[in-house]
T-cell receptor
């Protein structure tokens, strides 16, 4: 069965330091991959998506993710964390058969 | 910008009641989805719809039904509410195809007493 694994349920970083949120997926011929962010009491907002174009995808708010087929990974990064980045982040996988799978989420904490 | 509006942010109901959660989108999207979100479990798909009057079961449809009489509106129905249905419910919409991103409402936090 296809799956998405977010390797950390919680990540804490200091403001101004880099952010790395890890996501691995089970292999598929041509997956679509997404990262969403959810701030408290809000719905999910799209950060970025990969759909078999460039492997390095740039998103909103300075986030980017790199699709690595050999590692079946799609990690989310940001060079410098801001307090407003504190939220929950979801990695999402989909295939061409209308199947969509959400990771269980990573809660990002920003330390002052 | 796409707007997905869920009719209630917070709702409190009693066990055994029939509960309706409403969702409206304003971008003429074909696809609409209902999820529930619980701590540690992430989002789980309850039902989705690819067109008016069409519905498909997701991963956890038991105890729920849906209605899509108009393209812009997708309703989730709890036939007889139970305490284990206390949760955050999220509605989303998208263009056709799973490569399309979903647009989410702000959620309805439902408590069943």
């Amino acid at each position: 069965a296809q799956s998405v694994t977010q390797l950390d349920s919680h990540v804490s970083v200091s403001e101004g330091t880099p952010v790395l949120l890890r996501c691995n997926y089970s292999s598929s011929y041509s997956p679509s991959l997404f990262w969403y962010v959810q701030h408290p009491n809000k719905g999910l907002q799209l950060l970025l998506k990969y759909t078999s174009a460039a492997t390095l995808v740039k998103g909103i708010n300075g986030f980017e993710a790199e699709f690595k087929k050999s590692e079946t990974s799609f990690h989310l990064t940001k060079p410098s964390a801001h307090m407003s980045d504190a939220a929950e982040y979801f990695c999402v996988w989909s295939d061409n058969d209308d199947k969509i799978i959400f990771g269980k989420g990573t809660r990002l904490h920003i330390l002052p | 910008d796409v707007k997905v509006t869920q009719s209630s942010r917070y709702l409190v109901k009693r066990t055994g009641e029939k509960v309706f959660l409403e969702c409206v989108q304003d971008m003429d999207h074909e696809n609409m989805f209902w999820y529930r979100q619980d701590p540690g479990l992430g989002l789980r798909l309850i039902y989705f719809s690819y067109d008016v009057k069409m519905k498909e079961k997701g991963d956890i449809p038991e105890g729920y039904s849906v209605s899509r009489e108009k393209k812009e509106r997708f309703s989730l129905i709890l036939e007889s509410a139970s305490t284990n249905q206390t949760s955050m419910y999220l509605c989303a919409s998208s263009l056709p195809g799973t490569a399309q991103p979903q647009h989410f409402g702000d959620g309805t936090r439902l408590s069943i007493l």
